[in-house]
């Protein structure tokens, strides 16, 4: 089986997106897939991670043309028009003629995938926003929940939607060191904070964060381990940040052990992005920060079953931070709390209950 994945990651991007596609691609070359990517060549871009684990990538280049009045709202992303973009991945696709193409890209809609449809046997779309119409196959949004109509009017009648936690894709890591990380929660105290705000961290939320943090009473008897990407603009100034920091600090460049992080930590803050729904699976109480408009539906999700402290404004959750690590120091079963309503969202099985609609029989079910 072949499947190629048409996804991006750039500085205004961030690389939510392919970290989740390197999750599928991963169980499903595990099933004996074998898996391609088409990536843009963009500032920021991580094609030389996908080619790290194993996969390998086409590189598209930059259009020419200007998003259109009638295009998606992140058209921007595409770096180009929808007609430049099909029109180089074609030249890639329609010589091996795959399986599946998977699509996790708010820049493509529905004309991109009309032009795509006939060098391909089905088509996968990963999104969140619902805001656009697809010619999808199976359609994936495991941050909204299972009985949601968002998509009933953009997608076709045949397409199968997966929504809900039940679908999230959590890499094998978070699903080996889970049993760990929600034996230690029975012991909840507060004693090392995670601090992972995405890859990029344009807006150096980290930094702030680290500001904030030295104003708490408790600060020199806290260990913190920090994660950014290799690519963060904003880099240096976290360095120089951490050179007086009251607490011993671990800056974790590009880990590939986020999951040992998690387990290990007693609180995160972050943003309601997919790197929430990891740390539910762990049972890792968060302190969220709405950082963008597709994080919305998870962190509208996590409020709902209190799963996590959700702040949509900056600003109001700067001021709340260091307020609440007093509260929870002196009483950290609300860290226990959290916990428990946050690891019952996911089971962590989402990752194998979506590859299994790649091979699906439709004359016998799935495999």
Known sequence: ??????????????TGHLMRCLTLAKAL?????????????????????????????????????NPDPGDPVHAHWLEGSWKEDAAQSLSFIKHR??????????????????????????????????????????????GREPESLDYKDLVPPHCIQLLGTDHLLLREEFIRMRPESLKKRKTPAL??????????????????????????????????????????????????????????VQMHIDTPSMAKLMAKSDLAIGAPGSTAWEFCCM?????????????????????????????ENIEEGLTELPLLLEKIKKNPLSLQEISVKSQYLTDGKGTNRVVRHFFADPHRGTK
């Not at 391609?36 to 094609?47: E, N, T, Y």
């Not at 599946?100 to 046997?121: A, F, M, N, Q, S």
């Open 29 to 65: 070359q595990a099933r004996g897939a074998d898996c391609h990517f088409l990536c843009k060549d963009i500032p920021g871009h991580s094609m030389e991670k996908v080619r790290s684990h194993g996969f390998p990538v086409f590189s598209l280049a930059p259009g020419k043309e």
């Open 97 to 142: 003629q795959p399986d599946w193409i998977v699509v996790d890209h708010y820049g493509l809609d529905i004309r991109w995938e009309k032009e795509i449809r006939p060098c391909t046997g089905k088509i996968f779309v990963l999104d969140d926003l619902a805001d656009r119409c697809h010619d999808c196959d199976i359609l994936l949004d495991s």
């Open 191 to 248: 004693r090392r904070i995670l601090i992972t705000m995405g890859g990029m961290d344009t807006a150096n939320l980290t930094g702030r964060v680290l500001k904030k943090l030295q104003s708490f009473p408790f600060i020199k008897e806290l260990e913190v381990d920090l994660v950014l990407g290799g690519k963060a603009p904003h880099m240096e100034a976290v360095r120089q940040e951490l050179v007086s920091f009251p607490c011993p």
């Open 283 to 311: 049972g890792l109480p968060s302190f969220l920060f709405l950082l963008a408009e597709n994080q919305k539906t998870i962190a509208k999700h996590l409020k709902r079953h209190e799963a996590a402290w959700i702040f």
């Open 1 to 14: 089986m072949a499947i190629f994945f048409r996804t991006d990651s750039s500085i205004l991007i961030g």
